[in-house]
Each structure stands twice: as structure tokens, then as C-alpha cells.
């Protein structure tokens, strides 16, 4: 089985992408634990999208990722909320 393409850091433009139920709280959360892992985040840039019947958010975000231990901490604050279910 052929490996997966490494990722050289540090990479520009990596996109996160986080699915949740829908609400400001769900934004302001993920604007939080961003700014905290990602200092070069900029919130103006998130693409969030709502469900057909509004019930859960998409909220796409793009970083510059620095390494493998900044991905996975990030992965792991933001998927302990419950208002998230996916992370991608």
C-alpha cells in the first residue's frame, strides 16, 4: 500500500475544516482554540456554511501548520467540545 504524501513544514494554507452544531458559540469557540494554536490565524478568512435546515455548521479555516504535534493538539481541543462532530 502506497504511504500517504507527506506534509512539509511549514505549510501555508492548510486547511482545517470543522463541522458542528450550528451557532455563534460554535464560531467563537473555534476562533479561540485557532488563535491559540495558530497565531497567524485570521478569522476574517473562515468559509463557514450552514446545513439545508440550519441545524449544523461548516466552518472551513485556513493555517499555516507547523508541525505535526500543532496539528494533532489542535485536532484534539477542538474535537473534546461537543458541539463538534467532525474534524477534518
Known sequence: MPQPPKIEFPC??????IL???GDSLQKFVVEV????APDFNADNMQIKNSNKGRFQSITVFITATGVDQL????KELRA???IK???
Open 12 to 17: 501555508e494554507n492548510y486547511p482545517i475544516k
Open 20 to 22: 458542528g452544531d450550528a
Open 34 to 37: 485557532l488563535s491559540k494554536h
Open 72 to 75: 494533532q493538539a489542535l485536532h
Open 81 to 83: 467540545n461537543k458541539q
Open 86 to 88: 467532525i474534524v477534518l
